[in-house]
């Protein structure tokens, strides 16, 4: 069990770890999502930084579980919000987004089978 753990933390860190870096560098696309979905481009950063952390946050659970306990639920509610913001403005692409929230979801569900069950 703590090899899949291990696997899913690693690439859910990664995967979230490089959107944030995308995000926190001054990237189009992420300028060009946030003009889609009308939100302010002052949230860019702000939307790395809430990504960074919560790939950090995961690969600090591998000593602290609580911790990453709370940076997968974080992440998972994160990508609850972006669909939300999909909806609102009518948005159905979502196979990105589908992408990282299914990833968010798997690694809050490897660290409680693993350290809470």
Known sequence: M???????????????GS???VYLIGHEFPKAQA???????????????M????SLGL???????????????GLS???VGALLAHLR????????WGG???TALAALAANLAYHWS
């Open 77 to 79: 509610l994160y990508f």
């Open 19 to 21: 959107a944030a870096v």
């Open 59 to 73: 690969l600090g659970g591998l000593a602290v579980p609580m911790l990453g306990t709370l940076a997968a639920a």
């Open 51 to 54: 990504l960074a952390v919560g």
């Open 100 to 102: 990282f929230f299914a």
């Open 89 to 96: 403005v009518g948005s159905r692409k979502l196979v990105a």
């Open 2 to 16: 703590f090899v899949a753990y291990l696997t899913v933390t690693i690439f859910a860190s990664v995967l979230h």
């Open 35 to 49: 003009d889609m979905k009308g939100l302010p481009r002052s949230w860019v950063p702000v939307l790395g930084t």
